[in-house]
């Protein structure tokens, strides 16, 4: 039987990828993924924040009250070197890479276009085998239309893909006016393949603080869909490869989503909740399913489910709305 | 061959040279001595070797005491081994330099000469303390330049392997240990080239070992310890010629010829001074000046080795037409004949003179002085009055220069306008903030210039005594030749002004010379910058013709990202206006220096610097001069004309700046100054302060709790009082069941003193309703608020105070309502330390007395020029007092024996006159109970009226009682000080004083580094924390000082943290002082050494309670008694991770970025030891102290 699916031009050997998360934070914990049967693994995030800002804070916080006082005219030793994030995150990348033999996918996340893609090369330089580049915006400034949103997105791809010879995947938002669009132009500046999607963390209200607080919740399986619905509909339409994440919790999901024309399924949540092992259920679960279901190859199954290939292509569009409401009403 | 070039301070240049010929270096903070030790640790940190490529091994001790007696077990045990010190350091080594030198050791102790504390502490330099070690046997090898510190450092290491005799090799404290310049650096090979390795191998032949074992340090009879005495002679006789023979060797090397005596000046000069240190290069400018200028038949010496002291090298460099000599001594010897340099020529001269055989046909005539105590200025003007003196047929003897002595009339006067500064040199000062990064920007332009240029190049740094908003003037010398002019620009070419508002603060242009050039921060454009000066500014710049330019830096740091720090800015304008170097070159060497300075924090900070380059020159706009000046702003005054006298005619001089005008007359002879002084000194440096909302406050009083300065202030009044009140004075109905109908509330900001923290704003529990980032406390800016505020906080403190027999000082809210009497320190922005010693001076001010050990809490509680331990209405406040660093529980212990005996002696007086004033009086006194605020004031009112009956009683008995009858009234002892003090230098005092079961209360400062100093590590660190000593992060734990306090079992200990849970905070302080016995109490005080956001300085102290690093607990002996168990845990089991409350401080997150392997596992070891150290508490806690059982009394029995 064959597992193997092809992303970003990376031939892998079965569609589970676990996605950027804490996980990847220690070579063991990446060696740990490799063994129970990921086929590559995205490392966590390299954030704008930590290349722009970290090197600020760490000056600030240094010489803060530093030559003020006869006595005190420095608070801190200064060594010679820091391992900022950054430097810490290349190194990072360097050492997965001879401890594993699967891909190892960069991950840069930022809000716009700046001096923080350089980075793109020197995670190639690290020896990435591909980059995923987290576009993580979220679209509050009321004075700036859609079409230049869309259009930072364009340019940060361009700008990352004339750095890097290493195929470069983008993280994606769910909320462009015209997704299949967006998906289009990304394509044709050049991305090698869409994530989709970005789940944003929704800020939550403490109440007995009054405080805006972060907050995080694992996904759940039915936040699946609407990647399986989008992946559906661009199958086909667009050169990129594709990798559903978000909601991948079984194999059932990842069959799911390459039927829809995913090439990798990327799981996250389901890893940190019940441990790396889940990876060899989902591979193994894959090839029982595909045994009984008599399938041999991912190729065979890859996009059988796409908006193109169904009965019926709109129950991914406003009939699919129709039918749940319908359905719906049956239990009232 | 040619050398480095490099400018570095004194400090630099010696621990360079002592690293490098050391195998051992036993280390210990003290100013200005620290740095020596701090680089040394960092190299080794670094892996830097030796000159026999080893890594040295470096250790922090407990104290200079205990340096030193490791340097001599280093040294026994056959290791090349040095220490670096300073002042009260280097007495505390006293007792071992004896044995070291009594052994024939070979060390050089390396020491930047500061003062000794007498009826003042003085971090500044003077020979004070190396004098105090004449008769240990060591050798004094003075430097007076940096060239020469980093020179007689490596004589000193070679002359004492061959002598056999000990050396300290000294220099002036900041004037040459942090002064800044270009120098010939020696490399490693050079100063391999010095040693002799057999002389190396003597000393391992000569060490202990058990392969070859004898005992060393016998103690021996009247039979033959004179006889051991004298066995040295040979080797001290020996020991210049071996120092000259060094000296020989490094001009071999480099060129650099010295002698034991050098002589500069005319060869047949008739007058000469004879000196050492630093001052000795403003002579020999002076010297110079007046000899080629003048054809002054003068001279001078320079004192190299000036123990042993050879008489015949001495004689040899003065020229036989010498008729008159000036022996200046940096030091006093109250009750001698003269200070030691002084007596020491005196003797040599007469000495030779009487032996037969001398140079000279008469003997000459020889005078002694003293001058620059305390780093005060030695200057080319009073070089000359001494010159002058020597003129005379009878010239001052044992006269002082630079201070006018109008009460012994010592003093030599001098003419403040003869100055010799060479035109060819640049000479330029920068007025700064400490925050505004100019002094490092200055560094960084000597650097550019003395390294990139071939300019000689000299920077010195004169700072505040505050250290908060504290101001910076930069003194910086470029020039051709040599620069030896060791004293403050006297006429400046250049003045950088780096804020606006310090020049109401100084006379900014004093020092400019005419034609000079003058650059101003401003906030205002270039069009409207002129009608913003201060009249006086204005003048001087027509009057002086100056050229005037001015650029707005605060907008282009901010947006370039820089924030506050103008110093790049700032530099690149120096540059461009000054023409030191052209423009594009200058440009490339800022940023060359930008790179390596931020290099190693990443490269974005470096790209915002660069941008900041970028962006100045076209901010940067000369502007025309008018005619006249127009402006109507005047300088306001520095003190209020309300002050006290003393406060205006003298401390305000010191506030202006002008310190050095006071007389000997304007001095306490004894070290006295008047309490609550700093409300006169009105400094305004936030540019933020809060602002009271009376519409939502619940009135909880945790802003005023916390408030680091005092500056938030709150009382509960009758509401006709406020028949007067300013229009803008708030207040609100006084809530609670305490308060009647008639009761009103009033938070008021003392906004002239408050440093804008923000941590009031931070504690305030209330959120507006309706806009919720809004609380009970608002930020906003301070200048427009100025004036209304003055006038409502003078009204808010003459409102009548809260009784404090009614105050319910158990609660946050009501230890609110009492008066601080320790108010407006200047202590940092945030600082975590005063918020307790305010509210111990609130509940027990008016009865306290403080001992104070050295550290941050006695510069900013002592730090002349004005205290903030203040007085109430009736008179009465803390009386403070810091003895030393090491002694402070000592010195409290004395101070509650003393106040007991008099207690006593009272009491057996009062016995005595019961009759005469009346059986009952004298029976309430007695007998009285003084547990609480009535009881403490019905004793007051007892006294009071007992010293009244005493008046009238006209008996020796009752003249005694009078003069001891206030100890009748309850005293409260408080010993305070911070980490360093208590867990290091002070322990072992520590130790015995709470185990003397006397009733004193210690209050600990815990910030974890000794902070005053710069942060340094103490065992008070914790584990895997960067500190200064600790470089690559500490690898022990932090020591449990409460729990080894606790196991006396009689002494009351508490650990608070004010953040976690102020309410415990303030139990424990009451319980504390209420236990009739020893208290410690431990406070987890957050620091501007933890590298945190000060204004989340309490959210620290909450997450090192959560992560259970920092239990909260009292131990209360008292309990036992009841059968409870003393030990009360206030806090809870771990609910985060340690690594979520460390990691949010630079002193723990730094080491992730500079040691990221050894962070890993220090955190882990870390984590575990917190955790068990809690179950540890925890089961300790849980002890049954029930009274014994049958069984156990049967045991017993």
């Known amino acids: 039987m064959d597992l193997t699916t092809n992303y970003?031009?990376?031939?892998?050997?079965?569609?589970?990828?676990?996605?950027?998360?804490?996980?990847?934070?220690?070579?063991?914990?990446?060696?740990?993924?490799?063994?129970?049967?990921?086929?590559?693994v995205v490392v966590y995030s390299l954030f704008e924040e930590q290349i722009n800002h970290e090197s600020g804070e760490i000056d600030h916080y240094l010489s803060y009250g530093s030559e003020s006082y006869a006595e005190a005219t420095s608070y801190f030793p200064e060594p010679d070197e820091f391992k900022l994030g950054p430097v810490e995150y290349l190194d990072h990348i360097a050492k997965l890479k001879k401890s594993v033999n699967i891909p190892i996918i960069g991950s840069l996340n930022g809000v716009s276009a700046g001096g923080w893609v350089n980075y793109a090369k020197n995670i190639e330089q690290a020896g990435a085998d591909a980059l995923e580049l987290n576009i993580y915006y979220i679209a509050a400034n009321g004075n700036l239309p859609s079409s230049e949103i869309e259009n930072m997105y364009v340019e940060t791809i361009k700008a990352v893909k004339s750095k890097v010879k290493i195929p470069v995947a983008v993280k994606l938002s769910p909320f462009f006016t015209s997704m299949t669009n967006m998906a289009k132009k990304l394509d044709g500046a050049g991305a090698d393949g869409l994530v989709l999607f970005n789940r944003f963390y929704q800020p939550d209200f403490d109440l007995n603080k009054l405080e805006v607080v972060p907050?995080?919740?694992?996904?759940?399986?039915?936040?699946?869909?609407?990647?399986l619905r989008w992946i559906a509909i661009l199958y086909g339409n667009i050169k990129a490869s594709m990798a559903a994440t978000s909601g991948v919790h079984s194999h059932l999901d990842v069959i799911k989503?390459?039927?829809?024309?995913?090439?990798?399924?990327m799981v996250c949540s389901e890893l940190l909740k019940h441990g790396i092992s889940r990876v060899s259920d989902m591979v193994s679960g894959l090839q029982i399913w595909m045994e009984e279901n008599e399938y041999e190859s991912i190729t065979q199954m890859k996009g059988s489910m796409s908006q193109r290939r169904v009965a019926e292509p709109a129950a991914f569009e406003r009939a699919n709305y129709m039918k749940a409401l319908q359905s719906y009403k049956l239990f009232i | 061959m040619e050398r480095p070039k490099i400018t570095i301070d004194g400090n630099e240049a010696a621990a360079y040279v002592a690293y490098h010929n050391s195998e051992v270096i036993a280390i210990y903070p003290i100013t200005p001595s620290s740095g020596m030790g701090e680089l040394s640790d960092a190299w080794a940190a670094s892996g830097m070797k030796n000159i026999w490529g080893t890594i040295p091994s470096v250790s922090e001790l407990q104290s200079e005491g205990g340096a030193v007696g490791a340097v001599h077990g280093a040294l026994q045990s056959g290791s090349l081994t040095t220490t670096f010190t300073a002042s009260q350091g280097l007495l505390l080594m006293i007792p071992n330099m004896f044995k070291i030198a009594g052994e024939l050791t070979p060390t050089v102790f390396h020491v930047s000469a500061r003062s000794i504390a007498a009826s003042a502490l003085s971090i500044f330099g003077d020979h004070s303390d190396v004098m105090a070690t004449r008769q240990t046997g060591f050798a004094l090898l003075a430097a007076s330049s940096i060239q020469e510190i980093m020179d007689m450092a490596a004589i000193a290491h070679r002359a004492t392997l061959d002598s056999r005799v000990p050396f300290i090799h000294f220099f002036d404290g900041f004037r040459s240990s942090h002064e800044v310049s270009k120098i010939e650096q020696l490399t490693p090979e050079d100063l391999k080239a010095m040693i002799d390795y057999d002389k190396i191998i003597e000393l391992r032949k000569s060490a202990l070992t058990p392969d070859n074992p004898f005992i060393r340090g016998t103690a021996q009879n009247p039979d033959v310890y004179f006889q051991g005495r004298e066995t040295v002679n040979k080797f001290y006789d020996a020991c210049p010629g071996k120092v000259q023979q060094s000296m020989d060797k490094l001009a071999e090397i480099t060129g650099r010829q010295y002698h034991l005596f050098d002589y500069f000046g005319a060869p047949d000069a008739k007058r000469i001074i004879i000196m050492m240190g630093s001052g000795a290069e403003a002579a020999l400018e002076t010297v110079e000046y007046l000899t080629e200028r003048m054809e002054e038949k003068i001279g001078l010496i320079k004192v190299r080795l000036f123990r042993p002291f050879s008489m015949e090298s001495l004689i040899n460099a003065i020229p036989e037409s010498v008729e008159k000599i000036a022996v200046l001594d940096r030091t006093k010897e109250p009750g001698a004949l003269g200070e030691p340099l002084y007596l020491d020529v005196v003797t040599a001269i007469t000495e030779k003179f009487l032996e037969g055989g001398s140079k000279f046909k008469t003997l000459p005539r020889i005078v002694g002085g003293r001058y620059g105590l305390s780093s005060k200025?030695?200057?080319?003007?009073?070089?000359?009055?001494?010159?002058?003196?020597?003129?005379?047929?009878?010239?001052?003897?044992?006269?002082?220069?630079?201070?006018?002595?109008?009460?012994?009339?010592?003093?030599?006067?001098?003419?403040?306008?003869?100055?010799?500064e060479d035109d060819s040199v640049f000479r330029g000062m920068f007025f700064g903030l400490g925050a505004d990064g100019t002094v490092g920007a200055n560094k960084n332009s000597i650097k550019i210039i003395g390294e990139e240029t071939e300019n000689y190049a000299q920077g010195y740094f004169v700072y505040d005594s505050k250290k908060s908003g504290s101001t910076t003037i930069s003194h910086l010398r470029f020039g051709k030749k040599p620069i030896h002019s060791t004293y403050l620009i006297q006429s400046a070419k250049f003045i950088g002004c780096h804020q606006f508002n310090l020049l109401e603060k100084f006379d900014v242009l004093e020092k400019i010379t005419k034609g000079g050039t003058f650059l101003l921060n401003s906030p205002y454009s270039k069009d409207e910058v002129w009608d913003k000066l201060p009249k006086k500014v204005q003048q001087q710049i027509i009057e002086k013709d100056l050229k005037f330019y001015v650029i707005d830096g605060y907008t282009v740091a901010h947006d370039t990202g820089m924030g506050a720090r103008v110093n790049t800015i700032m530099q690149t304008c120096f540059f461009a206006i000054s023409g030191i170097l052209p423009k594009e070159e200058a440009i490339e060497q800022i940023k060359k220096a930008i790179k390596k300075t931020y290099g190693s924090k990443g490269e974005e900070i470096v790209k915002q610097n660069f941008r900041a380059v970028d962006q100045t020159l076209e901010n940067l706009h000369q502007i025309k001069i008018p005619v006249s000046a127009t402006s109507a702003i005047e300088i306001p005054p520095i003190v209020s004309p309300n002050a006290p006298e003393y406060v205006r005619e003298v401390l305000g001089k010191l506030m202006e700046g002008k310190g050095d005008d006071v007389p000997v007359s304007g001095m306490p002879i004894d070290g006295t100054f008047p309490s609550g002084t700093t409300q006169w000194e009105?400094?305004?440096?936030?540019?933020?302060?809060?602002?009271?909302?009376?519409?939502?406050?619940?009135?909880?009083?945790?802003?005023?709790?916390?408030?680091p300065h005092a500056s938030i202030r709150i009382k509960a009044y009758d509401k006709k009082y406020l028949e007067n009140a300013p229009a803008t004075f708030k207040y609100m109905k006084a809530k609670g069941k305490e308060f009647s109908e008639d009761m009103v509330y009033t938070i008021q900001v003392a906004v002239e003193d408050c440093t804008g923290c923000g941590l009031c704003f931070e504690v305030c529990p209330v959120k507006n309703k309706q806009e919720v980032r809004l609380k009970a406390l608002n930020m906003a800016p301070q200048l427009p608020l100025r004036e209304t505020e003055r006038a409502n906080f003078d009204f808010f403190l003459n409102l009548p105070e809260y009784d404090r027999k009614e105050v319910n000082v158990t609660t946050v809210k009501g230890s609110q309502f009492l008066q601080p009497l320790f108010e407006f320190s200047g202590a940092c922005t945030g600082c975590g330390e005063t918020p307790y010693v305010k509210l111990v001076s609130q509940l027990f001010g008016d009865r306290m007395i403080v001992a104070n050990a050295t550290g941050c809490s006695s510069i900013y509680g002592g730090n002349l020029p004005t205290t903030p331990w203040t007085i109430n209405r009736d008179g009465r406040g803390p009386a403070w007092s810091n003895s030393l660093f090491e002694d402070n529980a000592e010195f409290g212990l004395g101070m509650r024996l003393s106040i007991d005996k008099q207690n006593d002696f009272a009491k057996e007086l009062l016995a005595v006159l019961a009759p005469k004033v009346g059986e009952s009086l004298a029976d309430a006194v007695l007998k009285a109970e003084q547990k609480t605020e009535t009881g403490i004031h019905d004793q007051r009112e007892r006294v009071a009226e007992l010293k009244k009956k005493l008046e009238q009683i006209k008996t020796e008995e009752s003249k005694q009682l009078l003069a001891v009858a206030d100890y009748l009234v309850k005293k409260s002892v408080w010993i305070m000080g911070g980490d360093g003090w208590a867990y290091d230098i002070g322990y072992g005092g520590l130790d015995h004083?709470?185990?003397?079961?006397?009733n004193v209360n210690i209050l600990v400062l815990d910030t974890e580094v000794y902070s005053n100093t710069g942060g340094q590590m103490s065992k008070s660190t914790g584990m895997g924390a960067v500190a200064k000593f600790a470089a690559a992060g500490k690898p022990m734990g932090k020591k449990d000082l409460g729990m080894m306090a606790m196991n006396y079992g009689n002494v009351y200990v508490a650990k608070i943290a004010m953040g976690a849970n102020d309410v415990q905070t303030i139990k424990a302080i009451l319980e504390a002082e209420a236990y009739e016995g020893p208290s410690l109490i431990i406070a987890y005080s957050h620091c501007i050494a933890h590298g945190i956001n000060m204004q989340k300085g309490l959210d620290s102290q909450k997450l090192a309670v959560e992560s259970a690093y920092?239990?909260?607990?009292?131990?209360?002996?008292?309990?036992?008694?009841?059968?409870?168990?003393?030990?009360?845990?206030?806090?809870?089991?771990?609910?985060?991770?340690?690594?979520?409350?460390?990691?949010?401080?630079?002193?723990?997150?730094?080491?992730?970025?500079?040691?990221?392997?050894?962070?890993?596992?220090?955190?882990?070891?870390?984590?575990?030891?917190?955790?068990?150290k809690w179950k540890y508490y925890e089961q300790l806690a849980a002890l049954d102290y029930s009274k014994d059982t049958k069984d156990n009394e049967e045991k017993v029995n």
Not at chain 1, 257 to 265: E, H, N
């Open chain 1, 257 to 265: 989503v390459m039927m829809a024309g995913g090439d990798v399924a």
């Open chain 2, 682 to 707: 009105k400094r305004n440096i936030a540019l933020e302060v809060p602002v009271w909302d009376e519409s939502i406050c619940i009135q909880c009083g945790k802003c005023a709790l916390v408030c």
């Open chain 2, 993 to 998: 004083v709470i185990a003397s079961g006397k």
């Open chain 1, 8 to 40: 970003l031009g990376l031939k892998l050997k079965n569609p589970v990828v676990p996605s950027a998360s804490p996980l990847s934070q220690n070579v063991d914990s990446v060696k740990a993924l490799e063994d129970a049967g990921a086929s590559a």
């Open chain 1, 215 to 227: 907050n995080l919740v694992l996904s759940t399986n039915w936040e699946l869909r609407l990647p």
């Open chain 2, 1110 to 1172: 920092w239990p909260l607990y009292r131990y209360n002996p008292e309990n036992v008694k009841e059968g409870k168990n003393p030990l009360k845990l206030d806090s809870k089991p771990a609910s985060i991770k340690l690594e979520d409350y460390i990691y949010k401080e630079t002193r723990y997150k730094m080491l992730t970025k500079s040691h990221p392997e050894n962070a890993k596992k220090l955190l882990a070891l870390a984590q575990e030891e917190v955790l068990a």
């Open chain 2, 377 to 420: 200025e030695f200057t080319p003007a009073m070089v000359k009055a001494i010159y002058d003196n020597l003129k005379l047929d009878a010239p001052k003897n044992h006269f002082t220069v630079g201070i006018n002595d109008d009460v012994t009339f010592t003093s030599l006067n001098y003419d403040p306008a003869f100055q010799i």
